[in-house]
């Protein structure tokens, strides 16, 4: 049966790529109301290929922001149903001068780390990509007639915008949208050597600030050295948020922070990760971080702080001499479990306000935000995706928290009562977010082959 469908997907596999390549020309940036069209242009290449791949039912939801595309195929009541959550959005391509191709116009070109080509293009490892091949994975076990569960999909456009309008979906559709697992391919493997299945995701916290001096921008001559520059005093209160020990010191920021027990430490920091490799990536001469934690710590059990912009004053050609009437920056936190958004929201900004000097006023924005997940390893599903990546990969998956945040999945849990597997397949080197994004044609059909096996264990597992 499995030999069917191998053989189906390397009968079709230049046809696999070359739809994902038609997917990733449509420049679907939800953050850019100018490319509403293409989001939308997005979301009905998606629905079509989900009819095209033996879908029954096929719907795309319109919402006050970008559309949900829905899909599934039902074969019996009494089969576990597996929903595949995705999204179709991207992030902006800028800084678009840094792409060495265009970030819309997809190339394969190999790389040190795929050898066998990686797609070049805005979305390609997140998520496109990824999504792509469970459209694929899924239409070539019902050419073979073995689908083995009952399936839907669920493929957003909102997901790199904070999932503004899935809640109240999932809310309003729990029928449509019951189900017996999740799964997701949004996450990275530690290697293409080395399988990880991601156990757990960041929660984030985001706020806005804005530092306020004098009313209006002033003759930095005339006035300098006697009155407060806001853009100073940013950077003073910036820099206070952390301590010798790179903690964060706003108080009762670490309160509720789950305290990981050593042994578990021990066993995450068995992951293999070279920290020499890390580092000649970056081009960084040395990490930087919390004390007492190793870097694989500190971007998975710990919590951070980061300045993610910042602007104010005078930022165009030569020199104009100005003492500018306001600061700005982002901040966001990455959040571990048991720390909550709005909390930490609430934290923040009494804080800032509290260190601001009586010479600036301080106004604090907070943005969408989103809770962490942690998700076990002893139930059926993970063992279902274990298997199955063990199989196709020939080694055991080591399971791995990652750093980002899908904010949508732990409301998943709440609202639709079902746990998410966190199956991805891109690597944390592929560029998400960055410029020249790629996606390695191994990862896209080492996805596509291990879907269906992670099916076939799942309805097994179930059965019993
Ligand atoms: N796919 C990422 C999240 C991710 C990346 C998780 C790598 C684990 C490893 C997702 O699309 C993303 O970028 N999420 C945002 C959330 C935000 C926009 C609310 C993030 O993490 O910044
Ligand atoms: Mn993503
Ligand atoms: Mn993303």
Redesign the pocket.
């Known amino acids: 049966m499995t030999n069917h469908i191998a053989a189906y997907i390397a009968e079709h596999q230049s046809r696999f790529t070359n739809e994902l390549l038609d997917l990733l020309k449509i420049p679907s940036v939800s953050a850019d109301p100018n490319y509403k069209t293409q989001v939308k242009a997005a979301a009905d290449y998606v629905a079509e290929k989900l009819r095209s791949a033996g879908a029954d039912r096929v719907e795309i939801f319109e919402t006050a922001g970008h559309p949900i595309v829905y899909g599934e195929k039902l074969l019996s009541p009494t089969l576990p149903t597996v929903l595949v959550y995705g ?1 179709y959005d991207v ?1 902006p391509a800028d800084p678009i001068h840094l792409w060495h191709t265009p970030p819309f116009e997809p190339v394969i070109k190999p790389t040190e780390v795929h050898p066998k080509g990686a797609i070049f293009a805005r979305g390609s490892a ?2 496109k990509g990824q999504f792509y091949m469970h459209i694929k994975a899924f239409e070539a076990m019902n050419a073979c007639n073995s689908l083995p569960c009952n399936i839907k999909f669920m493929i957003e456009g909102e ?5 503004v309008h899935l809640g109240n979906f999932c809310e309003t559709h729990q029928e449509l949208l019951k189900n017996d697992v999740i799964l997701v391919s ?3 493997l530690i290697a293409n050597d080395v399988p990880s299945i ?1 156990v757990g ?2 929660g ?1 916290s ?1 706020v806005e600030v804005e530092v306020t001096g004098p009313n209006r921008d002033l003759h930095s001559g005339v006035y300098g050295g006697a009155v407060a520059n806001p853009i100073n005093i940013l950077c003073e209160m910036i820099a206070s948020l952390k301590d010798e020990q790179n903690r964060i010191t706003i108080p009762g920021f670490y309160n509720e922070v789950e305290v990981v027990s050593a042994s578990e430490r021990a066993a995450m920091n068995e992951a293999p990760f070279d920290l020499e490799m890390y580092q000649k990536d970056l081009e960084i001469a040395t990490v930087h971080g919390e004390t007492g934690y190793t870097t694989l710590e500190r971007t998975s059990i710990r919590p951070t702080l980061d300045v993610n912009g910042i602007w104010g004053g005078y930022i165009g050609e030569g020199a104009k001499t100005v003492l500018p009437s306001k600061g700005y920056a982002k901040i ?1 936190m990455r959040l571990v479990p048991n720390q909550h958004p709005d909390k930490i929201t609430e934290l923040f900004a009494a804080h800032f306000k509290a260190i601001a000097p009586p010479s600036v006023k301080v106004e604090v924005r907070p943005h ?1 935000g ?1 809770e962490p997940v942690v998700t076990p390893t002893d139930t059926p599903e993970y063992l279902a995706a274990y298997k199955a990546m063990q199989q196709t990969f020939g080694k055991a998956p080591i399971p791995q928290r ?6 949508i999945v732990a409301l998943f849990e709440r609202v639709l009562g079902s746990k998410t597997i ?1 199956m ?1 397949f ?1 690597l ?1 080197s592929d560029g ?2 960055s410029p020249n994004e790629h996606y390695g044609l191994f990862n896209y059909f080492k996805g596509i082959e291990t879907i269906p096996y992670f099916f076939q264990y799942y309805a097994k597992l179930k059965q019993n």
């Open positions: 999204h992030q997140d998520d997901e790199e915008v904070g999932s949004d996450t990275a991601t995701l960041r984030l985001y966001s969408h989103g990652g750093g980002g945040s899908i904010p966190l991805g891109g944390d998400l977010h």
